[in-house]
Nanobody, 122 residues
Framework: QVQLVESGGGSVQAGGSLRHSCAASGDTYSTYCMGWFRQAPGKEREGLAHIISDGTTSYADSAKGRFTISKDKAKNTLLLQMNSLKPEDTAMYYC????????????????WGQGTQVTVSS
């Protein structure tokens, strides 16, 4: 079992920056991948960025060039730095973790944080 507790998020004007943190506890040694997702009202959940245990990262087109995923291994914390924010980035943001490699390749995560709201005003 892995427990994920998120912090960060909030409200910002367009062009601003925010940073999310996701503190992991429990069986973190078994985690193969972690990721950030978001869901806006009336829209499907969108995968934004993923990182696997060797540090390899991948991004959705909507996140490339603006968002950066990273891990602080010493603190078991996943981070998401978001820059140049746009009103369309307004959504609930979630971190996720997954121990199984096959699930990671198909973006099927089993452990989720509680979510934090991001609101970007124009």
């Amino acid at each position: 079992q892995v427990q994920l507790v998120e912090s960060g998020g909030g409200s910002v004007q367009a062009g601003g920056s925010l940073r999310h943190s996701c503190a992991a506890s429990g069986d973190t040694y078994s985690t193969y991948c972690m990721g950030w997702f978001r869901q806006a009202p009336g829209k499907e959940r969108e995968g934004l960025a993923h990182i696997i245990s060797d540090g390899t990262t991948s991004y959705a087109d909507s996140a490339k060039g603006r968002f950066t995923i990273s891990k602080d291994k010493a603190k078991n914390t996943l981070l998401l730095q978001m820059n140049s924010l746009k009103p369309e980035d307004t959504a609930m943001y979630y971190c996720a973790a997954e121990p199984l490699r096959t699930n990671c390749y198909t973006r099927r995560y089993n452990y989720w944080g509680q979510g934090t709201q991001v609101t970007v005003s124009s």
